[in-house]
């Protein structure tokens, strides 16, 4: 294997950045990783096997939940019960956080919140789908954790990546030195390293949002969306817009090529869609890490305080230059 860095022999190599940790956050990125595999494999097959098509539930998001949102939800449960580092999963699709019922993980260290299937619209027609997860450290020191521990800014983030199971399937993540990707080898079922010290560029001209809510969206936006579409060749304008219906897909091709995705308030999402805890703080994190910027159009993402555990947010994510003109725009009309 000479020349092949796998997840598992980079986590342990960096484990001296983690001068608190005695190995537990390694494992805990291991779990993650090991479910990942078990969820790719599903999605590769999908088609195949009754995998699917809606659930028939309703998650608390008012969502039709996919056959594969309960079935990554479950894969990643299980792979952090197991695992026996993390205390308390924070779901999109649990009503409320989910407490780790085992002797071990009681006293465990570790939050996760988590996205187990980012993108399930894409599901049945084959296009890009994720997960995205965030992990902090408790911070309550005994007895069982609770909420508190769960409501922390993502400032307060240890660690936070995504998958994105496309056409190859790839885990990025960071824990705050730098961002690092890993593309699965089926032949030998490892994650290795293929994407060492990610950064997105300060410029871009790829922008991703729903224009299809155009008539809802805030002026600065609406002017940020006029300002990509003149045409100005010395700017290289009219940008292009590129927008799967998948955070992790359209995030991870503006983290290489550079761009922005935007998902402001609309009439549907008057707080805006995306979920803060987990969707708009790890994929903030992770793009800062790689060089960009995130806010909700005025503030840091990192720096929102939660009061809730699906309590959503606009985010305009991506290029630091595209970020701050966008925000420029927004706060013109502010
Ligand atoms: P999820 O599938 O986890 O519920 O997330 C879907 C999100 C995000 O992935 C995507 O960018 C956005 O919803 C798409 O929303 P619209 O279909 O409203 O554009
Ligand atoms: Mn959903
Ligand atoms: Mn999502
Ligand atoms: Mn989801």
Known sequence: MSGIKTLGQFIIEKQADFSYAKGELSRLLRDIGIASKIVNREVNKAGLVDILGDAGTVNIQGEGQKKLDVFANIQFISALTSGGECCIVAT???DDFVRIDSPVSKNAKYIVCIDPLDGSSNIDCN??????FSIYRRKSVEGEATLADVLQKGTQQVAAGYVIYGSSTMLVYTTGKGVNGFTLDPSIGE?????????????????????????????GVKKYLKYVQVHDEATNRPYTSRYIGSMV????????????????????SPKGKLRLLYECNPMAFIVEQAGGVASDGFNRILDIEPTELHQRSSIFIGSKEMVTMAEGMMTEFS
């Open 92 to 94: 999109e699709e649990e």
């Open 191 to 219: 994650f290795c390293l293929s994407h060492p010290n990610m950064r997105i560029p300060d410029g871009g001209n790829i922008y991703s949002l729903n224009e299809g809510n155009y008539v809802h969206f805030p002026e």
């Open 127 to 132: 296009v890009a789908v994720g997960t995205i």
């Open 249 to 268: 897909g359209d995030i991870h091709r503006n983290l290489i090529k550079g761009g922005i995705y935007i998902y402001p308030t609309t009439a549907k």
